[in-house]
């Protein structure tokens, strides 16, 4: 066993010390070198932007794999650790690709002849195995377009380029909260974003729409991103953030242009389940509790970012208490909006009763994201009218861990 840990190192450690002067195109190569000295064979598949197929970085790895239906898909929305065996009789596994909690891919192993595929060391080893290669993924991906390329099946628009460089990741997780967000259509999305980060005990969340479906409205948003970004890092709280974002768009947006974003902002205490939130004329979230709609926070404490001068009165921040395994669904009108080819709503109805039915079915908050905004483009036959975003807040102790693999 100790010989056995050892080659392990050797095979992390080779990784490691290689990639620092590597690009990412160079990784599959280090990957493969140091993945040798155990007996696998290992091939990366990374996740599209919208989320429906699985795509090898090189060629050679075959076919892309199609979430629904293939066990890596199976691997990827269950966050599990599959088993298949090759025509050669040797073990295989397909492995999550795990950024923290945002799924990346997956990563197809072979094993050695005669090797356990349910060794629970092997398949920690695996599994860190997957977790190291997700690092450098990302790493790698803010200074080469090989990953970016590899994630599109179709070519962004300007306004999506700029967004996707905006966001925060996807999905992530800590011993108290859950965060996912989902965003269609991923390729011409302009107008619509999110943002979130968790410090000192609290996190804080946002949901931007800004009017239109253009490279204007996608500057908007990056506008009330920013400054509501740089807001909160300066220690603002809700009020003073939205008004540095009112007079950010004011005093950036073109000279005989009109310009303005919905926003809800909102601050969750870790420790409490004090939700504190300030509505400026977006779409009320949902409170979930135990795959039921409890509550719809439909108070509008002012109007949109950037028309802030439209009333001298304080905006009202409205306090909610949660109580564990809640679930916070926010929204852009692009969802509940969205209109089928027969003119019916895809509505708010709707939506709540999709996310209970994943939620009781136990699938991740990730999964349950992906699933109802494939069933909104569905709803759609595949052609959105309007930009479709969903952010999920869970305050939990639980939750988390159905976000990694069980070993």
Known sequence: MLGEDRSWQSVFAGIVNRSHLATADDLPGIVDEATARVGLAVEL???????????????????????????????????????????????????????????LGVLHVTLPAGADPQDRALRGHCWALAGQIAHLVVSKQLYSDLFHRVRRTRPLSVASELLWQLLPPAVFATDRVVIAAAMEPYDRVGGDGFDYAVDDGRAYVAIFDAMGHDLHAGLTTSIALAATRNARRAGADLVATAALADDTIV?????????????L???????????????????????????????????????????????????????????????????????????????????????????????????????????????????????????????????????????????
């Open 265 to 407: 902002l909102a601050n969750l205490d870790l420790d409490t389940g004090e939700l504190c939130y300030l509505n400026a004329g977006h779409p009320p979230p949902v409170v979930l509790r135990e795959g039921r709609v409890v509550r719809l926070l439909d108070t509008v404490g002012r109007p949109p970012l950037g028309l802030g001068q439209l009333t001298p009165a304080e905006p009202t921040v409205l306090r909610e208490q949660l109580q564990p395994g809640d679930r916070v669904l926010f929204h852009t009108d692009g969802v509940t909006e969205a209109r089928s080819p027969r003119g019916e709503q895809f509505g708010l109805d709707r939506l709540a009763d999709l996310t209970q039915r994943h939620e009781a079915a136990g699938l991740p908050a990730p999964e349950t994201l992906r699933r109802v905004v494939r069933a909104v483009l569905d709803h759609q036959e595949g052609r959105l009218q309007d930009d479709a975003t969903l952010l999920m807040v869970e305050w939990t102790t639980t939750d988390q861990l159905t976000l990694l693999p069980a070993l």
């Open 45 to 103: 598949y990374l996740v599209d932007l919208g989320q429906r197929e699985l795509h090898p970085v090189r060629p050679r790895g075959g076919p892309s794999l199609s979430i629904g239906s293939t066990l890596a898909g199976r691997a990827f929305a269950r966050l599990e650790l599959a088993v298949a065996t090759a025509e050669d009789g040797r073990a295989q596994l397909w492995v999550p690709v795990l950024d923290g909690t945002e799924r």
């Open 251 to 263: 005093t950036h947006r073109p000279p005989g242009t009109f310009a303005f974003a919905t926003a």
